[in-house]
């Protein structure tokens, strides 16, 4: 290669990001040298500043950079309602959507015999401590529709039925989609689901 | 957004490289974060050393770590060849052919009398120089196959063609290419420059 080792390096350090390759991540260094002074150096700060700072919140999963994330010490969020989602990238999507206004639980995956996930090693139990902590009256599944998602779902409305309300995300036609392109499963959903108008 | 500001920014910033968009800006984030440790903070590094040390060379435009590039201060490079090309991504898609044992010129894009880029503009006159300082017998034009890419060779072969030999890349059937996927020009400009069996 014609690039200098400490390019070679930064190169196969971004090949490896979900979503570039060796070519793109070419692509992105050679952009990010031509411009080092406005984009490569504030990156490379920023980067540092994040790795120094970002943690998981103790109570939620959530990531921010402190203990508890913004989320857990907002108290106007305190609204009883918990909505549990698989991963940080879900909890972002909700935000994205702006309309819950109550506090997450981020599992951290999915429950999965194959690859021998128990409720362990999830965020499960603290789940279930926080029933007893916070004044909880719904706990929302807003987990993927997959068939490890569903049945992590089935699973914590077993062990949380109890104790709380236990609701899930509806399933149903998406806002824009067309009939002609929806899978059966979709369908057959959205028809046992079906409102009066 | 639930991600604090320092997070947000930086997913922000990620979003401004080429090939990633806001989305998968934020997942290649989440998987940095996750892995913050071993990914995060070397790649922090990694990006504020090149942002120190990348920098042109005087003499060619490839990109290195010095004031003469690595391959500028290769006397084993000293053919009397030089292949000239736009960017210098060509440069490294060139050396990672590994045919050429010349140098190189990295131009810095091409003539063009839309965007008003006229000689000054790029590293021709450097180029013009360095027929008259390094002993050059051959000039191979490497620019792409585009009008701006053409005109800027036609120019070229023009002003340096009485100091050294010109010639350029051959057109034709792309290796593995199949005729029937080929654009009207290939076939045409490789059945011009056919060759005897």
Not at 102 to 115: E, I, K, N, P, W
Not at 117 to 133: A, K, Q, T
Not at 142 to 157: F, K, R, S
């Amino acid at each position: 290669m014609a690039a200098s080792g400490d390019i070679e390096a930064l190169i196969e350090m971004m090949a490896r990001l979900p979503g570039l390759g060796p070519r793109s991540a070419r692509r992105a260094v050679l952009h990010l040298i031509r411009k080092r002074a406005r984009l490569l150096q504030p990156l490379a700060e920023q980067m540092a500043a994040v790795a120094a700072t970002a943690r998981e919140c103790i109570n939620c999963g959530n990531i921010g950079t402190a203990e508890l994330c913004e989320i857990c010490t907002d108290s106007r969020r305190a609204s009883g309602q918990i909505c549990v989602v698989e991963e940080v990238a879900d909890l972002w999507a909700m935000e994205r959507a702006g309309v819950f206004k109550g506090r997450y639980h981020v599992l951290g995956g999915t429950l999965s015999a194959l690859d021998a996930v128990g409720p362990e090693d999830l965020r499960i139990p603290r789940l279930i401590d926080r029933l007893g902590e916070e004044a909880v009256s719904e706990v929302i599944l807003a987990l993927n529709a997959t068939v490890d998602g569903q049945t992590t779902a089935h699973y914590l409305a077993d062990e949380i039925g109890a104790r709380a309300e236990v609701t899930s995300l509806a399933q149903g036609v998406p806002v824009g989609g067309e009939l002609d392109y929806l899978d059966d499963g979709t369908i057959s959903a959205a028809l046992k689901a079906r409102k009066k108008v």
